[in-house]
């Protein structure tokens, strides 16, 4: 299962009822944040999540509304006896972010560690997590995430039968392993059912539209994309500083065919997105016009959707 | 008149219902911050206050409880299109502290000036308001405030009279200006009244408690001061990380004699300072367990106060 709670919605500023954009996960006990506005400290509390378990935080880019949460996280984290060490994950320039974080956190009693993506789309593991990095077309560089929890092969007696491996091997073969007995190799191949889908979200702002968010998000279970403006104006300063709209978002996920579409990045002069929800449903009649606080657990797929 | 609003109470790290420390000061026109913690531009925002219209900011010390909000802070005043220039006012170390600032803000479309507390006490000018800086005793280098606003002498016709001074001279003498006519020299000294008194605030925290907070406090019409604990624990947890209790702080305000005092920094164990009232009116009955948004117009006393 995959635990989603989107901390915060806001962009640009926030607001006395809006969080800055960040988003929590959980998988099997592991979490990761992605993005870490002002703030953020707060509304994990107010979510009644440990912010002292918090394995890796992954950044989009680095503008101040993504990040300026990060030195009072860590301190509250410290103030929480943390002493594991923790995973940064983001752009270029992740080394004079992090000096910057540094100059205001001070003292941090634990290790930091820290990878710049390097590669058009890079994967980092958190746990059964992956996290897929791929860019985004913002007015820096910035990268969207696409989070898949993959699903392990069901153990086929049948297939282990046939094949005449002897059953103390099977509990290992179907763990992955490969076992070598009797002058033979058996390769878990050879005792495994056919691939199971595993569970997909995807986050993508702040960025214009782009083709490579549809693909990555193809079928997923949740599209977390950006809903910077709902108005006609919107469009033309969506535009001009490299967001998307809500209805932009909304052709994305219709074309991805996604379960669930969610947005984040409101922006602060849109008060109350909710006033456009008719018209997306329009677009993509599963979208939620999320809030601060809003919440889903990804379940594996019963087997017969599959 | 001195306008103070106490932003945000919260140390070390902020509670939902509860800032990191901040205070803004505003008389005729200018106004100040003492002390910027995460969420601060929200705060402003909920008190109703311009974000914008802020002269400068005082820092006590840089322990990211009151610094951390300084990135978020600037970067809504360049969005409410700030163009005017800001002071930024810090003990040793204000050079590094703001290149992290930076490195976070990335980009603020207007000026930054800072100053570095370079004497032991310092007195620094935003419009009436004059901050004078006194060296406190915590685990860091760290300062309090002293804010007074001067109030002008009364003009002295009899005076002025006596002197056998001309009245068309009067008005310039009366603003301060020195005249030289008819071969003599007018001094504003011989048509101004006595002395009158004007207004005094002070605010300390992080700090053991010092005689020089009392010196500075005596008389004045409020004493912001730490709150830290008010719990019979708390005294040792004070000593040893070099914080003052709630206790510590009414000794001071006696002492010192202050109209009033309020407290500020509270831990975030002291779910409710109010519970401490009594205990505390017993040492200084004039105390306020202040909270976020806590206001008050400091007027200058009527003539017959003086």
Known sequence: MLEVCLLGTGGTVPLPDRWLTSCWLRCEGKAALIDCGEGTQIAIHEQGISCKHIDAIFFTHYHADHTAG???LLLS???ADRTEPIMIIGPKGIEEFLK???????????EIYYQQISEKEQSFQVGDMTFTSFPLRHSVPAYGYAVTVNR?????????????????YWGLLQKGQTVEANGR????EMVLGAERKGIRMVYATDTRPTERIAEMSENADLLIAEGMYGSEEGLE???KNKHMTMQESAALAKKADVKQLWFTHYSPSEHKPEEYEEEIRGIFERTVISKDGQRID???????EQ
Chains 1, 2 share one sequence.
């Not at 910057?100 to 634990?110: D, E, S, W």
């Not at 190799?185 to 878990?188: D, H, N, Q, R, S």
């Open 70 to 72: 990060l030195p009072g």
């Open 77 to 79: 984290m410290a103030k």
């Open 100 to 110: 910057g974080v540094m100059l205001i956190a001070r003292y941090v009693p634990f």
């Open 152 to 168: 392990t092969r069901r153990f086929d007696p049948a297939k282990a039968e046939a094949a005449g491996i002897e059953k103390r």
């Open 185 to 188: 190799v058996y390769e878990p």
């Open 237 to 239: 300063k969506a535009k």
């Open 298 to 304: 990804l379940a594996f797929a019963h087997e017969e």
